[in-house]
């Protein structure tokens, strides 16, 4: 899923999968509907330097909105795996 985040570093929240630009003509789509997969957030953690240590990812079976509930909670999740490192 390193491909729903931005080369800079910032999360990647795809609603529906097969409507996203990120992964139309890519491999990764067919991948993705074959395993069922609809939504997508990939949220990367980063030391303080900045230097990108991961992804946390989720998958969902359905297309769903990450509100910014839920982007709040994987910000939490990023930042725990991020002192973990």
Not at 4 to 32: H, K, M, N, Y
Not at 34 to 43: E, I, K, M
């Amino acid at each position: 899923m390193a491909r729903c985040t931005s080369p800079s570093g910032r999360p990647g929240f795809v609603e529906e999968v097969a409507a996203s630009e990120i992964f139309q003509g890519t491999p990764a789509l067919d991948v993705l509907l074959d395993a069922q997969v609809r939504s997508v957030v990939s949220v990367p953690p980063a030391t303080g330097d900045g230097t990108l240590i991961g992804a946390v990812s989720v998958r969902h079976t359905a297309p769903r909105p990450w509100t910014p509930g839920r982007r709040a909670t994987l910000a939490r999740l990023a930042a725990a795996a991020r002192r973990a490192y």
